[in-house]
């Protein structure tokens, strides 16, 4: 890897790069060259090596972290990378989208299945993606979680309601419910806004159910 390093650094043909990157295989350690290639903005010249080692059955994070960055750095289909891709970390790499696509930053931070959800929330509260936060608490189904968002620590009751709050309460209400075919999904969301001790906006959820046709209207619970 230094070597690589020290011949980036002197412009080195990259034909001849990846002629001697080849010859090594899978003999380097990837963390070390990527690190290199990365410090010098030449991440993407290890592509065809990358590829390469994965095809050979490497399960390395770092060498799927490096191909995700690549992949996400060329829109060559990042989404299905995201979504299917079982060893990179989604910290690092939602990490690394957060100012190229922070759409593709929530999809990074959802795969990690709740790891990652203080980084979920702030990527989607700071950029707007509150129909994707929504959907993501509707589906959780975690109370804990939904306490964070609605009552974050230094809210006090009385306090202003945020400008992001009542957008998300929106989405809530007119896009992640009505989407909702799980009856636990509604239920979750109802005690949420109890538990929060939000009447008004818990009778705005109600009325959305029971009025407007909701599949769960006719639900006794």
């Known amino acids: 890897p230094q070597v690589v390093g020290k011949l980036l650094d002197l412009e080195c043909n990259e034909e001849f ?14 963390a070390e ?3 290199q290639a990365e410090r010098r903005n030449r991440l993407r010249l290890l592509h065809p090596w990358l590829e390469a080692r994965i095809a050979q059955g490497n399960t390395e994070t770092a060498t799927h972290n490096a191909i995700g960055k690549i992949y996400i750095t060329l829109n060559r289909d990042p989404l ?4 299917n891709n079982q060893f990179y970390d989604p910290r690092v790499i939602g990490n690394f989208c957060e100012k190229l696509d922070p759409h593709l930053a929530f999809v990074a931070y959802k795969h990690a299945r709740g790891e990652c959800d203080a980084e979920l929330v702030k990527v989607t509260q700071e950029n707007g993606l509150f129909k994707d936060l929504a959907r993501y608490l509707v ?3 975690d109370l804990e979680l939904w306490q964070t968002v609605l009552k974050p620590e230094g809210f006090n009751e009385g306090d202003p309601e945020p400008p992001s709050r009542r957008y998300l309460l929106d989405q809530v209400v007119q896009t992640a419910l009505p989407e909702a075919k799980n009856p ?4 979750t969301t109802v005690k ?3 538990q929060c001790d939000m009447p008004e906006e818990l009778i705005e959820l109600l009325e959305r159910i029971v009025l407007q046709g909701s599949e769960f209207s006719n639900n006794k619970n």
């Open 192 to 194: 949420a806004f109890m």
């Open 80 to 83: 299905q990378f995201l979504q």
């Open 33 to 35: 060259l990527v690190e």
């Open 17 to 30: 790069l990846r002629t001697l990157m080849n010859s090594v295989g899978q003999l380097c350690p990837v």
């Open 139 to 141: 589906e959780k189904q």
């Open 184 to 187: 636990d999904e509604v239920s």
